[in-house]
């Protein structure tokens, strides 16, 4: 019997993931620039897509008769997702900077009630 | 996720073996040293050597070092993104972090994602954001403080629902490692290519109208209106 | 095909051809159809004039000339004796005749209406209209039923109102239609009761069309069913006939309801042309003709008398007007009372052979003062003409000749004349003898007989008049005279067809026709109405019992003569004339239409201010109280609702609405409108939902 820490598997993964998407959040929440907000949401992708290629990798090893591939698919797409969220973020960011001069995004307040 | 679906989703074969009770269980508190499930018959295993540390793990690409060093980078530059207040390095550290994914790939046998994962997002998204910082910030130095307060609740939600997740995942069932190995002539980016072209066929085409379409948004929002 | 088989088909191809083309051009769009229209429906109505020719022709070499009856089931009557209404033609010799008269009438008038209404901003819509006038006089001319009738009846009333306010952007032509509309309601107001009155005493019956016979010929059969006879008619029948007739005296614009006629001038010319020949007021002597089986004698009398005033009266009117189109317009009514007056004094078949020549001749009158008027600029008042013959040929001859055959011109001391001497001759002869035969009015009657001849020779001398003044003399506005032109041949050949038709009208086969249609009448207490052969023969009015036609034939050549003289000149002889003291009451009278527009003014004025008098006080005393008590109650109601609504209702509305104030403040306090508290409610939800999910998963067994 080898020890766990020797026999990487899918719960080694999730570990890492779950505080990649803590951090993400904490980004998210703590960050008044825009961009670093941006930046928060793509931690949090990594996240989901570094699961996705695990469950993949392992899931086939468990159960299914030969390779999987669509986890690896569904990655591919979140990062053809991410780098179109990543334009059409910066596009709305310019141009809010346009308008307010600053990436604050806390003085985007107009739609309070 | 095939297209032309006889069955709906949910009863199709699950990919995720380990629901399947029948196989062997294996709890994630056994990392620690612990079985919740026989722990009076527990032995604990001997400590790892630095030597069974680098030996090649036959699940992975590598040695569970190269894990160990993966996931500390990876989440060291996420945390460390947490707490800079310098939007430039905050872009390193993300650079930092998608690298460390990119091993993760790697390790998890995906070549082809782990080299797209350092094209697309190291070489494409992040020179983006790079742009970005560039355009909306006359001075790289400003730095954006968040309250206290903030930072506070902003850490206990992360922390929190990381702390819950661990909880729920250390008391779920994962599937064993009775990995067996890839065939030889598998070759990953045939199969991603196939798929592409066959049941991944409307996703693709969907994602290159969205492409399409990004583009022209991106390129009438950021537009300098006149006057 | 069989010949009675092919009159019907072709019968039926007449009555729908101007339907047709209307359908085509009021369907279609202006841009399609335009110039065309006329043209078109033009057409259309020559290929049914032909139609008629053909049936009218074909029926000439018929030995059985008993009527062709077509009926078709329309709407079944569950329960009642005739079980359906039906729709279908009835064809007898006189529905050949005025079927012919009637669509190379109409075809002529869509002829010159081309050049007419040239130019006209709704050119197209007025052939839709025309057209469809022709179809509803050839409907009445078909009908093969009394409700049938009533309809197309009902469809002339509607398109004669159309086409006289056709130029409805004009406050005259506004109120022309609208008065020839009230009035028509009011004679067909009379023709309902009559139908009514038949209706209840005959039942279904008289919804049964004709199998054999005319349609009134089954109606007459049902009351000789109930015991009656001629000789001996109930009140109620006479009643019916008189109720059926006043439909005609609205349509014929007879004496009560005549005013209609001349403010109808208002419409454009070709409508004044065909309305007074072929087909409105046709419409009337038809019918007239048609209710012949049930005529009591009673009914005789009163249609006799009806056409006595009206030929007196407007004769008297045409003698002093000076718009031209109003002298033909009371010629036609004084032609109308002949017809009528005809009709009633038994002297069936020439008073409907005076309706044919009429048609032609006063539709050519009608023709050339519309070529006048169009040449004139608009001007209508004869004392503006004078000497347009010169510059008119054709329109004055056309003018010359129907005005000798609306005289009744013949050679002296001979039997040959012009179409209308024919007529009207025949007409006075039946009236001698009515007259004569009418002991019971004493001396009375022979003012039957008296009224027609001396109105014969007015007439020469009206149209003497109009003919001088227009025609003649030195022109009297230089201006209008230098403009003066022929009009276009479109307008010029129909007049010319129609002039010709008023010389020879007496030589076709019309009179012939007409007497076999007519109805054995029978019974011998009705000895005074003599068959036809007994008033003479159109082709030997020597025949005539009065001799009358030896004096007429000087008389009209005297009065022609004197009209002629006077009128030459222009109005100065008349204007002389009309100021001596008496005859200027006289003259001022006529002029004004005898005050019939202004008693009718005055009658209705008075009577509804009567009316509004007593229902007002009604109003004020009666419908005010009830009104004003019932408010009463409803305020004390309301009052007693209105506490309920102060302190329950309301109560209830304000504190949802405090409720809803309050809640709205404190949700208000979350909308920051800062992104990043949004997120951290998101994900602090969605910790909490993993925090329930984990504790529920752990927790259970």
Request: proline share 4%; hydrophobic share 55%; charged share 10%.
């Amino acid at each position: 019997m080898t020890h766990p820490a020797l026999d990487i598997g899918l719960t080694h993964y999730l570990l890492v993931t779950t505080t990649l998407v803590a951090a993400g959040i904490a980004t998210i929440l703590t960050k008044r620039n825009a961009i670093g907000i941006l930046i928060g949401v793509e931690l949090v992708l990594n996240a989901a897509a570094i699961n996705l290629v695990a469950y993949n990798h392992f899931a086939w090893s468990a159960g299914k008769g030969g390779p999987a591939i669509e986890g690896v698919m569904f990655t591919a797409f979140i990062i053809v997702l991410a780098a179109a969220e990543a334009a059409v973020a910066l596009a709305i960011v310019l141009n809010y900077y346009n308008n307010f001069s600053s990436v604050d995004v806390d003085q985007a307040d107009s739609l309070s009630g | 996720m095939a297209i032309s679906c006889t069955q709906p989703w949910w009863s199709a074969r699950s990919p995720i073996g380990f629901l399947d009770p029948s196989r062997e269980r294996h709890y994630s508190l056994a990392l620690i040293g612990l079985d919740p499930i026989h722990p009076l018959q527990h032995k604990a295993a001997p400590v790892p050597t630095l030597a069974q540390l680098m030996t090649a793990d036959p699940a992975q690409q590598g040695a569970p070092l190269l894990f160990y060093a993966c996931a500390t980078l990876t989440c060291l530059s996420a945390w460390a993104i947490v707490f800079s207040q310098n939007i430039v390095r905050m872009s390193v550290y993300l650079l930092l972090t998608l690298m460390g994914a990119a091993g993760f790939y790697l390790m998890l046998q995906a070549e082809f994602l782990a080299a797209v994962q350092l094209i697309v997002y190291a070489g494409g998204t992040l020179i983006l954001i790079v742009f970005g910082i560039m355009l909306t910030n006359k001075n790289p130095e400003m730095q954006l403080r968040a309250t206290p307060m903030e930072l506070g609740l902003g850490a206990l939600v992360g922390v929190g629902l990381a702390a819950l997740l661990i909880l729920a995942l250390v008391h779920t069932p994962t599937p064993g490692q009775g990995f067996t190995a890839v065939p030889a002539d598998y070759q990953q980016v045939r199969a991603i290519g196939r798929s592409l072209l066959s049941e991944n066929l409307v996703p693709f085409e969907l994602a290159a109208v969205l492409l399409l379409v990004v583009m022209v948004g991106a390129a009438y929002m950021a537009r300098r209106r006149a006057g | 095909m069989e010949p009675r088989q092919l009159i019907e088909t072709l019968a039926v191809a007449a009555l729908f051809a101007p339907l047709f083309s209307a359908a085509c051009i009021i369907l279609a769009t202006r841009r399609v159809m335009f110039k065309s229209a006329g043209v078109l429906a033009t057409g259309v109505m020559a290929g049914g004039f032909v139609c008629s020719v053909v049936a009218l022709v074909t029926w000439l070499g018929l030995d059985d000339t008993s009527p062709i009856v077509t009926n078709i089931g329309w709407i079944p009557i569950p329960g009642s004796e005739a079980g359906w209404l039906y729709l279908g033609v009835l064809i007898d010799s006189l529905t050949v005749a005025i079927l012919a008269m009637v669509t190379g009438i109409s075809m002529l008038v869509h002829l010159y209406s081309i050049g007419y209404m040239d130019g006209d901003p709704r050119y197209n819509r007025f052939f839709g209209y025309l057209s469809l006038f022709t179809f509803s006089m050839l409907g009445i001319v078909l009908a093969n039923s009394l409700l049938m009738l009533f309809v197309f009846w009902e469809l002339v009333g509607l398109t004669s109102y159309l086409l006289i306010g056709f130029w409805f952007e004009k406050r005259g032509p506004q109120l022309a239609c609208k008065k020839a509309f009230v009035m028509n309601r009011i004679g067909d107001m009379g023709f309902l009761v009559g139908f009514g009155i038949l209706f209840a005493k005959l039942g279904g019956n008289i919804l049964l069309p004709a199998v054999h016979g005319g349609m009134f010929d089954a109606i007459r059969a049902a009351v000789e069913a109930e015991g009656y006879s001629m000789a001996n008619p109930p009140m109620w029948l006479t009643m019916a006939g008189i109720g059926v007739f006043f439909g005609a005296i609205g349509k014929s614009a007879q004496f009560p309801l005549h005013t209609w006629l001349p403010d109808a001038m208002e419409g454009p010319t070709p409508v004044s042309s065909i309305v007074h020949s072929a087909t409105m007021v046709a419409a009337g002597v038809y019918l007239t003709a048609r209710i012949y089986p049930i005529l009591t004698p009673g009914a005789h009398l009163f249609i006799a008398t009806i056409g006595l005033i009206t030929l007196v009266m407007a004769a008297c009117m045409a003698l002093v007007m000076t718009d031209i189109k109003r002298v033909l317009a009371y010629s036609t009514l004084s032609q109308l009372g002949y017809m009528v007056l005809g009709l009633g004094a038994g002297a069936y078949s020439f008073a409907l052979f005076h309706l044919i020549t009429h048609a032609f001749f006063k539709c050519c009158l009608f023709q050339c003062s519309g070529s006048v008027i169009h040449a004139a600029h608009h001007q209508q008042d004869m004392r503006y003409y004078g000497g347009l013959g010169r510059k008119m040929p054709i329109t004055m001859i056309c003018y010359g000749i129907c005005t000798l055959a609306i005289a009744g011109a013949s050679l002296p001391f001979t039997s040959i004349g012009i179409s209308g001497f024919y007529s009207k001759d025949g007409i006075i002869a039946g009236t001698v003898n009515y007259g004569v035969a009418m002991q019971s009015l004493g001396s009375w009657g022979n003012l039957f007989w008296i009224g027609p001849t001396v109105v014969a020779y007015i007439t020469v001398f009206y149209m003497a008049r109009s003919f001088a003044l227009t025609f003649l003399g030195e022109p009297r506005d230089k201006h209008l005279h230098e403009h003066a032109h022929e009009v276009p041949w479109t307008m010029t050949l129909p007049q010319v067809c129609l002039a010709i038709m008023a010389v020879i009208a007496a030589t076709l086969p019309f009179l012939k026709l007409i007497e076999v249609s007519e109805p054995a009448i029978g019974g011998e207490a009705v000895a005074w109405m003599q068959p036809t052969e007994a008033l003479g023969d159109a082709h030997n009015p020597g025949m005539h019992a009065t001799h009358a036609y030896l004096l007429h034939g000087l008389g009209w050549i005297i009065m022609l003569v004197l009209g002629v003289v006077m009128y030459r000149p222009g109005m100065k002889y008349a204007e002389k004339i009309a100021a001596i003291p008496g005859i200027n009451l006289l003259y001022h009278w006529a002029h004004n239409k005898f005050f019939f527009d202004e008693l009718y003014d005055t009658i209705a004025v008075g009577v509804c201010k009567l009316a509004a008098t007593i229902i007002a006080l009604i109003d004020k005393y009666l419908v005010d109280g009830m009104v004003n008590l019932a408010g009463w109650v409803t305020r004390q109601l309301a009052d007693a609702v209105g506490l309920f609504d102060q302190r329950v209702v309301d109560g209830a509305v304000n504190g949802a609405a405090a409720m809803a104030t309050s809640g709205g403040q404190i949700l208000r306090s979350t909308q920051t409108g800062r992104v990043r508290a949004y997120v951290l409610f998101l994900f602090a939800s969605a910790t909490v939902v993993t925090l329930v999910v984990v504790t529920v998963v752990l927790v259970s067994p």
